[in-house]
T-cell receptor, first 116, second 113 residues
């Protein structure tokens, strides 16, 4: 059983399109995240979300929006895709505050987005 | 100054040698530190966490933390070709959300057979 699963794994789309990436976790965690990893392997937080708070990295364009139908799902919706959005997007989850003993982030397999 | 810094490498070591990976962080109040391994085309996976000054050993891996110097390292003893990957240092910064980790840019390690 995959703990954090995301779909699609690969997505090629044209500039200007709107697309979504879905994420589900079966770990019972209360917090989910979206990270973006660029071509230089730099992994950067985009959003963290639980049922009480949404934390948005201020550098993320408002074309990106997280949508959470329930605590086990956090989808990423992207409007008006640009070439610079091409990257690998990782969904992740954790239980409680990151850094508490035993609490850390578990990642999904990644979604490779290519904008042409 | 970046919040979490690592040498990007690549770092090459012969099989059986000790690989030493280093990470510095800017937030003196940080309390939680993690090392993730990422194989090419795969997701990051947690290999070590450390919260107190000193060394923490797990098999061939040893994490070392020095909060006074704001420095955390990962030693891999008896390096194997299967250890070839990018190693990401992650820190829970004292500022910002307690639910977020900040990652370094990673060090690419190659273990030569």
């Amino acid at each position: 059983d995959t703990a954090v699963s995301q779909t699609p794994k690969y997505l090629v789309t044209q500039m200007g399109n709107d697309k979504s990436i879905k994420c589900e976790q079966n770990l019972g965690h209360d917090t989910m995240y979206w990270y973006k990893q660029d071509s230089k392997k730099f992994l950067k937080i985009m959003f963290s979300y639980n049922n009480k708070e949404l934390i948005i990295n201020e550098t993320v364009p408002n074309r990106f929006s997280p949508k959470s139908p329930d605590k086990a799902h956090l989808n990423l919706h992207i409007n008006s895709l640009e070439l610079g959005d091409s990257a690998v997007y990782f969904c992740a989850s954790s239980q409680g505050s990151v850094g508490g003993t035993g609490n850390t982030i578990y990642f999904g397999e990644g979604s490779w987005l290519t904008v042409v | 100054q970046k919040e979490v810094e690592q040498n990007s490498g690549p770092l090459s070591v012969p099989e059986g040698a000790i690989a030493s990976l280093n990470c510095t962080y800017s937030d003196r109040g940080s309390q939680s530190f993690f090392w993730y391994r990422q194989y090419s085309g795969k997701s990051p996976e947690l290999i070590m966490s450390i919260y107190s000054n000193g060394d923490k050993e797990d098999g061939r891996f040893t994490a070392q933390l020095n909060k006074a110097s704001q420095y955390v390292s990962l030693l891999i003893r008896d390096s194997q070709p299967s250890d070839s990957a990018t190693y990401l240092c992650a820190v829970r910064l004292s500022s910002g959300s307690a639910r977020q980790l900040t990652f370094g840019s990673g060090t690419q390690l190659t273990v030569l057979p």
